[in-house]
């Protein structure tokens, strides 16, 4: 069996020019490589390099500049980056280039240059290397548009999760989280020595089932969707409409005190009270039964809640249409 001997060659030991190395790199780099005398005048250019302005043989950009191939404004940027190079010695490393061709088609470009230096290590001109990286910024932009349209998507869906599809107003989850944070927010305010207020309107439709068992279903939606609409059109923007039940809504009202909120659900109960609710049965209206509670009425949201509800059933017990 032979002996088996490791060796290891150096250029010299190869033989190798440094011809055949440049030449290797200049005609088969994907990169485009290039450089440029202290004019920004070609004076080598790889193939890749000549390709990308369209020439097949790279002689013939020899003597030329970006201004033979570029727009405008890609050439002048070029020209004043080279010039600084020159000037300073200092490469750009990475830049990413945008290029705009004249059919409108965009070419993106991770681009880097360095100055060119003689044999006595003077500047006498610069030379650089690009890679084509459209696929590349084509991709991260349909993420970026893909992400978009995933924050629209998560953005519509935290409103329909907020909002009831029949009535269009607050659902029941959010009606006990606005109550909470306002009454956490008067609470840290009161605490500072700030004494401000709101109050919580909670009403039913009257002989709502015969509504359903008479009507149907469909007016008794048309009937949520009524209210609905007179609720949002006699509140401030400020303030928050919930359908918190079947047939059971709310209105948080910031700032006014009890008697200031009975004056908003005095307004809204005859507003309920005179309007038809459906051309077809003019007869067809409704009433409500109301009850109003204040922040300072409870140690705690829920007692607040607790507080408008047992005056709402006051109300129905007294005869219904009226405010407790």
Known sequence: ????????????????????????????????????????????????????????????????????????????????????????????????????????????LSASKYPLYDSKGEIVGTWGTSRDITLLKNAEEELKNLNSQLEEANRQLTILSAIDSLSGLYNHRQFYEKIDNAYNLYT??????????????????????????????????????????????????????????GDEFAILLFDPDLGGAKNVAEKIRKKIEKASISSKHPELRLTVSIGISSFNEGEKAAEIIKKADERLYQSKNKGKNMIS
Request: net charge negative.
């Open 1 to 108: 069996m032979g002996k088996y001997k490791n060796e290891f060659f150096t250029v010299d030991e190869l033989k190798v020019n440094d011809i055949l190395f440049a030449n290797t790199i200049l005609n088969n780099s994907q990169d485009t490589i290039y450089f440029k005398d202290l004019n920004s005048t070609f004076i080598l250019s790889s193939k890749a390099h000549a390709s990308l302005f369209g020439v097949e043989n790279p002689k013939e950009v020899i003597g030329k500049n970006d201004f033979d191939y570029f727009p405008e404004y890609f050439a002048k940027d070029a020209y004043k980056d080279e010039q600084n190079i020159i000037a300073t010695g200092v490469p750009i490393i990475g830049r990413i280039e945008k290029l705009v061709r004249p059919d409108g088609s965009v070419t993106w």
């Open 188 to 245: 840290r305010q009161k605490e500072k020595g700030c004494y401000s207020n709101f109050s919580i309107i909670l009403f039913d439709i009257d002989d709502f089932k015969n509504i359903n068992d008479t009507y149907g279903h469909l007016m008794g939606d048309f009937a949520i969707r009524h209210v609905a609409e007179i609720m949002i059109d006699n509140t401030r923007s400020i303030d928050s409409c919930f359908r918190y039940g």
